[in-house]
C-alpha cells in the first residue's frame, strides 16, 4: 500500500510524529492555562495574564481563527500541494531512477518529459533570477535588499509554483496524467500527509499565541 507514491511505513511514521506533537501541544496548553490561572491568584499584581479569567476566555476563542491564520499556514498548503503533484505525476520515481542511475527503466517518452520538465524548471529559475538581479529588480525591496522584500516573501509560493508546473508538465507528456480531472486529483494527493500536519499546526500555534497572551 502506497500514499502519494511513499511506502506507507513512512506515512505512518511521519503521522505519528505529527499525532505525537499535537499531543503534547495540547498537554501544555492545558499545563499553561492553569498555571496562568494559579499564577494571577497568587500574584494578581504581575504582568501576567490569566487565560481563566473572563477576559482570557473571550480572547482564546474570540481571536482563535485570527491567530490561527498565518504566512506559514499558507506555506504548508501551498508546500503539500507541491509535494502532492511532485509525487502523483511520476516525476518522483523518474528523478529517483535517474540519481540511482537507472534510466533504461524510463521509457523513451517518459525520459524525453523529464528532460522537457527540467527544461521548464530551468527556464523559469533564469525568470527569477533576471526578475531579482536585473537593473532595478521588481522583487527587491525599496532599498535594493532581498531581505525582507518581495523577492523573500515570495520563494515558497514561486517554488511551489515551479514544483508543479514541472511537475504537471511532465505528468501530462509522461502520459501519467490524461485529463484536467486527474490533474486537479493530483495538485489535491497530498491530503493524507497534510492533515496530520495541519492539526500539529493548529495545536502549537495556538499554544504560541497562548503563551504571547499570558506573558505579554
Excluded at 516525476?91 to 540511482?100: P, Q
Excluded at 521548464?120 to 529559475?125: A, D, G, K, T, Y
Excluded at 490524461?178 to 491530503?191: A, G, N, Q, R
Amino acid at each position: 500500500m502506497e500514499v502519494g507514491n511513499f511506502p506507507y511505513k513512512r506515512h505512518s511514521v511521519f503521522t505519528k510524529w505529527c499525532y505525537n506533537g499535537a499531543v503534547i501541544c495540547l498537554l501544555f496548553q492545558g499545563i499553561l492555562i492553569l498555571a496562568s490561572w494559579l499564577w494571577t491568584a497568587a500574584r494578581p499584581e504581575s504582568d501576567v495574564r490569566s487565560l481563566l479569567s473572563s477576559v482570557g476566555i473571550r480572547w482564546f476563542f474570540g481571536t482563535f481563527a485570527d491567530n490561527e491564520a498565518s504566512v506559514l499556514l499558507v506555506w504548508l498548503l501551498l508546500l503539500s500541494i507541491a509535494l502532492g503533484t511532485f509525487l502523483q505525476s511520476g516525476m518522483a520515481e523518474a528523478v529517483r531512477n535517474i540519481f540511482h542511475l537507472q534510466p533504461h527503466q524510463l521509457s523513451s517518452q517518459k525520459l524525453l518529459a523529464l528532460e522537457v520538465a527540467a527544461g521548464l524548471l530551468i527556464v523559469e529559475l533564469i525568470v527569477m533570477l533576471l526578475l531579482i538581479f536585473m537593473p532595478h529588480g521588481v522583487l527587491l525591496s525599496v532599498t535594493g535588499n532581498l531581505f525582507p522584500g518581495p523577492f523573500s516573501a515570495s520563494i515558497i509560493p514561486a517554488f511551489s509554483f515551479m514544483i508543479v508546473s514541472s511537475s504537471v508538465f511532465y505528468g501530462m507528456m509522461g502520459d501519467n496524467l490524461h485529463s484536467l480531472t486527474e490533474i486537479f486529483d493530483c495538485l489535491c494527493s497530498c491530503k493524507k500527509w497534510i492533515m496530520p500536519l495541519l492539526l500539529f499546526y493548529i495545536t502549537a500555534r495556538e499554544l504560541w499565541c497562548s503563551l504571547c497572551y499570558v506573558l505579554p
